[in-house]
């Protein structure tokens, strides 16, 4: 059980934003929002985490809900290398370390 | 910096040998290791969890005799598959996290190694 909810696919056109949703709306006081995401044949990326606040850092933005039970992962401008699959993942609290990995969002970005 | 590599990246092996799949931080040190497995189409699956200087803790279904970690290092952790059978073809995918990074918690910013293709004749 995952315990994230996320669309199987979404599109972008190149240089245009993309907002990737995530849905976690049994997400305990104590559990992190992570993103990473798999390029094909490659091991998976970190993209970005929070905990209540929005984030920034050089690859995306993340814009947390205020009630945490969703966030949204976005992608300025995107790019041909920006396609891969996003996985959006709670984990904290006792389950030290551990990342449980759901079907992700597979992000295709058009030239 | 942040770098994990895995050895080999691509490995075939007849039906009843021995794997042995290698991960390391090249840059930093890693208190814990994870390792996962990726079947075609479809998720990362945790397989173990490992500390350095302790026994793995195997997720539940995870034969323990059957996939060997030993992380003998804080920047090496090895996988064994015993007896491989055609069934084991997967992607092995190793993890490494440090830990005393400020605002991090502990264990979940991972680095993710490329990944070792196992396929089993």
């Known amino acids: 059980d995952a315990k994230t909810t996320q669309p199987n696919s979404m599109e972008s056109n190149e240089e245009e934003p993309v907002h990737l949703p995530c849905n976690h709306s049994?997400?305990?006081?104590?559990?992190?929002i992570h993103w990473y995401r798999q390029l094909p044949s490659q091991g998976p990326e970190y993209v970005i985490h929070?905990?209540?606040s929005n984030v920034n850092n050089r690859m995306a933005s993340l814009a947390i809900a205020e009630d945490r039970k969703s966030s949204t992962l976005i992608l300025h401008r995107a790019t041909l290398r920006d396609a891969a699959v996003y996985y959006c993942?709670?984990?904290?609290?006792?389950?030290?370390?551990?990342?449980?990995f759901g079907q992700g969002t597979i992000l295709t970005v058009h030239p | 910096g942040a770098v994990v590599s895995q050895h080999p990246s691509r490995v075939i092996c007849k039906s009843g040998t021995s794997v042995k799949i290698e991960c390391r931080s090249l840059?930093?040190?890693?208190?814990?290791m994870f390792w996962y497995r990726q079947f075609p189409k479809q998720s990362l699956m945790l397989m173990a969890t490992?500390?350095?200087?302790?026994?793995?803790?195997?997720e539940q279904g995870v034969e323990k005799d059957k996939f060997l970690i030993n992380h003998a290092s804080l920047t090496l952790s090895t996988l064994t598959v015993t007896s491989a059978h055609p069934e084991d073809s997967s992607f092995y995918i190793c993890?490494?996290?440090?830990?005393?990074?400020?605002?991090?918690?502990?264990?979940?910013?991972?680095?993710f190694g490329p990944g070792t293709r196992l396929t089993v004749t």
């Open positions: 840059d930093f040190q890693a208190t814990t």
């Open positions: 993890s490494a996290s440090r830990s005393g990074l400020a605002g991090v918690p502990r264990g979940y910013e991972q680095y």
């Open positions: 490992s500390n350095e200087g302790s026994k793995a803790t195997y």
């Open positions: 049994t997400i305990s006081g104590t559990d992190y």
């Open positions: 993942i709670r984990a904290g609290g006792t389950s030290y370390g551990k990342l449980t």
């Open positions: 929070g905990l209540t």
